[in-house]
């Protein structure tokens, strides 16, 4: 692949000395590919995904994004740059919708006024208006805050958004209202799109790109297509037709 | 209504005094809220990081909370002394716990999914905690705040149990001068002032909670409020404290009795008019000379009113010695060498166990001397408190002087003697020889014709250092020497604590009479 955004090599990571996180992981990202990364719980999905902004570190192997190996990065600027959202969205419950909005561009200094024009921009491409804006999110729905996740996420306009199964807490219609409005956002702005789900439906309608993982490592790692037609093995057959 | 009118005639009577003592408490419970705060915050921020710290402190502040706080205000006398600087701890230690456990729970208590988002966006550790945790947390911390002020503002009126002022001082000397509206004006004082203090905190803390949105009304209206509030209790901490023009000052100390607050009177207004030396008033120091004999010798009490049977028997450890005279000589001379301080002069009176009865049966029997009283004793019933049965110097001693055979001996509660004597339970009891209630009840006080019980004359101490540094007081005090007699003492005692005059109003008006004050 050319243009890769971010590419991990031969990682590998244990929390204890005894059970490895992950073994032996490599993974090449393509700049605007959306990748899912999907396995059973306990897989190490959330923390390969966690590499990619230095949220955890590694054992032994390399990680580069955009271009610059990971230890070189200044990790708190590299975050910066990074999209991230998480379970249940992790909003600020003691700011409102526009300061949570706000918050990367808070923390890095941005103009008051730069900061004011990018979240009404946000604001008009998400649909929120006035009142909402003021609102605490214990005040919107949960598919709602959801979506003020993904603003906040891209409000310093990142390369690269990482996201763990962000949709996971929501119902269904909510979910699939999100997921069409994910897929078009990435259709529209060409960044990086890497999430974790459980979801497979998720992972093989919004993914460019499947990494399939089980037991610490990536079985295999295609384009949906590929993947449903040429499982490399039994398990991988297995798992995605449950 | 009485109650009532009392009350608002106290306020009346005393402003200057109550103001004064409110302007302290303040002083007090603001200086102590800031070290507090500034100690409790840090700390609970600290043990967050350290589950073995976390442990030994919480641990160490949960103990000290539970010392009671009297205890904790003697134990520090001779570690500190007594006043500003040991109430200041006390209040200090016990205010911590709120604070630290607060600020540990609550920061301690943010989801760390939160955390998680804030650091993984880019925030800096700082920003972390600024913009996500504290914020979080603020809510717990304020609430553990709020206790300890209220906590603190209370407690700062056990301090004038060690001389450090406060509205305290007007309630400790409400008990000590039996006069229930002070008792009442203190106590209510004390309680609006931490009402307010609480109302003032809630009022802001309301406010802040919906900072984030724009301020409407109401939130103003509370965030003014609450602001308005801690501004005007600040402005208090800003105030000169009272008096201290020349830079010239005197502490007098007395002990928890209205005599002593009298004498102390006395001693002050002396003081004030006929030199330009501050007093600064420490009355009613609990403990009475087992606490202000310390301090007088580390220099932190520079005058006191004692009774030489005190000095004699339980500050010196000599053994009982009969001539009032020559063991004020002794006195005198014993307490210039060892502590190099002064008995300035013998008051005149003698404020000791005698015994009492009613004037008329005395007037019928023609009773004036114990030995008299001793040949008729088979009529009367005596009562007494318990433990002047058992002491070598109470009844069992006197009986071996007099030969007593009352009809009965009883043993009664300290508070329930005069009211038993009013009974006619019994018809004898033993009293204080300066007592009110022997005015009050027109008791008769009998000689001590064999002068059993040792001699309480009445002086005043001071300082030699204070007399060298201060020359105007040489001589002064020499001025009321034999100036009090008896039954002048039990007449200003009973001004005091049965007229409900104050101290000050009944002292200056002795030293008028005495030409002592111009």
């Known amino acids: ?242 | 209504m009485t109650l009532l009118n009392d009350i608002f005639t106290t306020i009346a009577d005393r402003r200057d005094y109550l103001y004064e003592l409110l302007v302290q408490h303040i002083l007090l419970s603001l200086t102590a809220i800031i070290i507090i705060s500034v100690i409790g915050i840090s700390t609970g921020i600290a043990i967050l990081q350290s589950k073995k710290w976390r442990q030994i402190v919480l641990g160490t502040v949960n103990f000290l909370y539970t010392i009671p706080s009297i205890a904790m205000f003697g134990l520090f006398i001779p570690l500190i002394g007594i006043g500003y600087g040991n109430a200041l701890v006390v209040l200090v230690i016990y205010g911590l716990l709120p604070v630290i456990r607060n600020t540990y729970t609550g920061l301690d208590e943010v989801d760390p999914l939160l955390l998680d988002a804030a650091k993984g966006m880019g925030a800096t550790p700082w920003q972390v905690f600024s913009i996500v945790r504290w914020p979080l947390a603020f809510p717990t911390i304020v609430s553990g705040f709020r206790t300890m002020v209220v906590m603190t503002i209370a407690l700062a009126g056990l301090a004038s149990f060690i001389g450090a002022g406060g509205l305290g001082q007007a309630i400790y000397r409400g008990i000590n001068t039996n006069n229930s509206s002070l008792i009442l004006v203190g106590s209510i004082a004390v309680a609006l002032l931490a009402l307010v203090a609480d109302l003032g905190i809630g009022a802001l803390e309301k406010s802040l909670k919906t900072k984030a949105r724009k301020p409407d009304k109401k939130n103003r209206f509370l965030r003014y409020f609450g602001l308005g509030i801690l501004a005007l209790l600040f402005i208090f901490m800003l105030l000169p404290k009272p008096g201290n023009s020349s830079g010239k000052k005197i502490v007098v100390a007395t002990k928890p009795t209205a005599e002593q607050y009298i004498l102390g009177e006395i001693i002050s207004l002396l003081v004030e008019n006929n030199t330009d030396i501050q007093v600064i008033r420490k009355f009613g120091i609990g403990g009475g000379t087992s606490n202000i004999h310390p301090a007088m010798l580390k220099g932190e009490i520079d005058i006191y009113p004692e009774y030489t049977g005190t000095a004699w028997l339980f500050v010196l450890k000599e053994p009982p010695m009969n001539n009032p005279d020559s063991l004020y000589a002794a006195l005198k001379r014993m307490y210039a060498e060892q502590f190099n301080l002064e008995w300035a002069c013998r008051l005149g009176f003698n404020n000791t166990f005698t015994l009492a009865l009613p004037e008329p049966v005395a007037q019928n029997q023609n009773i004036n001397t114990f030995s008299e009283l001793a040949v008729q004793s088979n009529q009367f019933v005596f009562g007494a408190e318990f433990d002047f049965f058992e002491r070598e110097d109470g009844f069992t001693g006197l009986n071996k002087v007099y030969p007593f055979n009352f009809k009965n001996e009883v043993e009664l509660d300290i508070n329930l003697k005069f009211q038993a004597l009013e009974n006619h339970t019994v018809d004898v009891i033993n009293a204080f020889s300066t007592d009110s209630r022997i005015r009050q009840m027109n008791l008769r006080v009998l000689k001590d014709d064999k002068q059993f019980f040792p001699a309480y004359q009445a002086g005043i101490v001071i300082r030699n250092e204070t007399l060298q540094q201060y020359p105007e007081l040489k001589g002064l005090f020499e001025r009321l020497e034999n100036s009090i007699s008896d039954s002048a003492m039990l007449q200003l005692n009973y001004e005091v604590e049965i007229e409900k005059k104050s101290p000050n109003e009944v002292a200056a008006n002795f030293l008028k009479q005495h030409k002592l004050l111009k």
Request: glycine share 8%; proline share 3%; hydrophobic share 40%.
């Open chain 1, 1 to 242: 692949m050319n243009n890769s955004v971010i590419e991990i090599v031969n990682v590998t990571k244990s929390y204890e000395p005894e059970s490895k996180a992950l073994i032996n992981v490599s993974l090449d990202i393509s700049q605007g590919a959306f990748v899912t990364i999907i396995g059973p719980s306990g897989c190490g999905k959330t923390t390969l995904l966690r590499l990619m902004n230095g949220m955890t570190g590694i054992d032994s192997g390399k990680i580069i994004v955009m271009d610059k190996d990971l230890e070189n990065w200044d990790k708190i600027q590299l975050r910066r740059k990074i999209g991230y959202v998480i379970q249940q969205g992790g909003l600020f419950p003691h700011l409102t919708v526009r300061q949570n909005i706000a918050f990367v561009l808070r923390i890095s200094s941005v103009e008051k006024q730069a900061i004011e024009k990018r979240v009404s921009e946000l604001a008009k491409m998400m649909g929120f208006d006035e009142r909402q804006l003021n609102a605490f999110p214990s005040e919107l729905s949960g598919g709602q805050q959801q979506r003020v996740g993904v603003a906040r996420a891209l409000a310093s306009r990142p390369e690269i958004v990482l996201m763990d199964e962000p949709f996971g807490a929501l119902d269904n219609i909510t979910r699939r209202n999100l997921q069409h409005e994910i897929k078009e956002m990435h259709r529209k702005m060409k960044i990086t799109f890497i999430m974790v789900t459980h979801d497979l439906h998720e992972a093989f309608t919004l993914g460019t790109h499947v990494a399939i993982m089980n037991k610490g490592e990536i079985v295999q790692f295609d384009t949906p297509e590929n993947i449903q037609h040429e499982p490399v093995n039994k398990w991988v057959k297995e798992f995605i037709h449950i």
